[in-house]
């Protein structure tokens, strides 16, 4: 595995944690369809929430959530899609795309973006 695998596979599962200490259920992780993958399904009451994960250092640019430009957000939805028809139990639940943004060499800044962006 490489460096950055590694640290995207970390921060998964950092992210995991810290959404879970927050009261949010797994339903599943690294869920891989044609269309793409979803780091984290989650289930917040009665609301299906599909998060990004992102990893940034202070160097880069874009800051996380701008990072998913509409390309990254039509594969998203569309894997969300995919689930949801594998998975009907879920299908009358609200949909909410957050994205989880750990920050800094040690991925020790944490922001959670909720409902980062909607299906038009």
């Known amino acids: 595995m ?3 695998a590694a640290r995207g596979l970390h921060a998964e599962k950092t992210a ?7 009261g949010l259920q797994v339903i599943t992780c690294n869920y891989r369809c044609r269309h793409g ?3 984290l399904i989650m289930k917040d009451t009665d609301t299906v929430v599909v998060v990004e994960v992102r990893s940034r250092t202070e160097a880069d640019f874009l800051t996380p959530a701008l990072s998913i430009d509409q ?3 039509g594969k998203i939805i569309r894997s969300t899609e995919d689930f949801l ?3 009907p139990v879920y299908t009358d639940n609200a949909v909410r ?6 920050t800094g060499e040690k991925q020790s800044g944490i922001e959670w973006i909720r409902d980062a ?4």
């Open 117 to 120: 962006f909607r299906v038009d």
């Open 71 to 73: 390309r990254k957000q």
């Open 97 to 102: 795309f957050d994205v989880v943004a750990l």
């Open 37 to 39: 993958e979803l780091d």
């Open 85 to 87: 028809q594998r998975h």
């Open 2 to 4: 490489n460096r950055r």
């Open 16 to 22: 995991l944690r810290w959404l879970k200490s927050r």
